[in-house]
């Protein structure tokens, strides 16, 4: 029976995070690094109550910007990995070509969809879509496709057809590998976003934190990379908290 998290336990990521402030502020002090290198942890909080208002609105427009990506990546994925994962002839087939574009830096997809669709949100949108649908396309196919051939033979002995096996034991069965690539695709989400908002916008953290380094304001460069991390974290918590609540089954002996 699963026992009660110890408090230690809880409280370890805030205090790891203390830590690493107090570290951040004394290594600044110690070698008195100046502040258009590398600004302080206190330099960085004055930059967020300063600039809080800018803050808050790209904030807003890359947090918007990157859930359309990822909703579209989410979608995308799965029903590509659904297609992939219930044939072996197109997971042998298709695997090599989805892991050969993957491999492509997706900056290099940012000029592309610029002359397509203009500067704005749309590439950034696009970017963070390119850069997410992968994982989800990965796992719930390997999901689908490491069903054991031993049960699908008891199942279809019984009578159920293909169809049945993939819908009602291999998509259940492929949850915990779904639930795990979302948190690897919301983060990557964040990533294409920004790294589009620098190169091809006029609004989101991205382009305030090109807009801050060109004016040598680190401390607002900081806090935007602080933002950007503290949005994701968020997210990926989120995620987290639904896989433990939608595949407890698979989880049951790993907390004591």
Partial sequence: ????????????????????VVIW?????????PSFIFPSALETAQALVTYSGPIAMHSWQTFWTTLIGFGMGVAVGLVLGFIIGSSRFLYNACYPLLVGFNAIPKVAFVPILVVWFGIGSVPAILTAFLICFFPIVVNVATGLATLEPEMEDVLRVLGARRMDVLLKVGLPRSLPYFFASLKVAITLAFVGTVVSETVASNQGIGYLMMSAGSQMRMGLVFA???????????MYELFAVLEKRMTGWAHRGQNR
Wanted: charged content about 10%; glycine content about 2%; aromatic content about 4%.
């Fill in 224 to 234: 935007g990379l602080l933002v950007i991390s503290a949005m994701a974290m968020v």
């Fill in 25 to 33: 502020e004394v290594t600044v002090r110690l070698f008195d690094v």
């Fill in 1 to 20: 029976m699963a026992q009660n998290t110890p408090l230690i336990e809880r409280l370890a990521p805030w205090i790891a995070v203390v830590v690493l």
